[in-house]
């Protein structure tokens, strides 16, 4: 399992990305990949969510590795969220509301 398989083409994080509104293009290279991502997303912090969704698909898999705890999309949308909401303590002041917005709207 290579990590291109892990956070983008196996069937759970598929549907991890799907909650997100996002499809993931049918290509193993990454630059097309994020491109995709970076145009369906179409917001100036597209790439802390892409960092945040792969972080919880992650941390998701090594709970099932180290902990022996399932996997669920459930979980890992609150993941997401909980690591979002960090996201956006760190950021300006100013980027607050579109942040929240886009939050509370796509998840």
Not at 10 to 26: D, E, G, I
Not at 54 to 81: E, G, P, T, Y
Request: glycine share 0%; hydrophobic share 50%; charged share 20%.
């Amino acid at each position: 399992e290579d990590l291109l398989h892990l956070l983008f083409r196996c069937p759970f994080a598929q549907a991890c990305w799907s909650t997100l509104n996002v499809y993931l293009p049918n290509s193993d290279d990454i630059l097309v990949v994020l491109e995709s991502l970076k145009i369906q997303i179409n917001q100036s912090f597209f790439m802390e969510i892409i960092i945040t969704i792969c972080w919880a698909i992650w941390m998701l898999r090594n709970d099932i590795i180290f902990k022996n705890i399932s996997h669920s999309v459930q979980r890992c949308k609150s993941v997401f969220k909980k690591g979002f909401a960090l996201v956006i303590l760190r950021a300006k002041e100013a980027q607050h509301p579109s942040l929240d917005l886009w939050l509370d709207n796509f998840v």
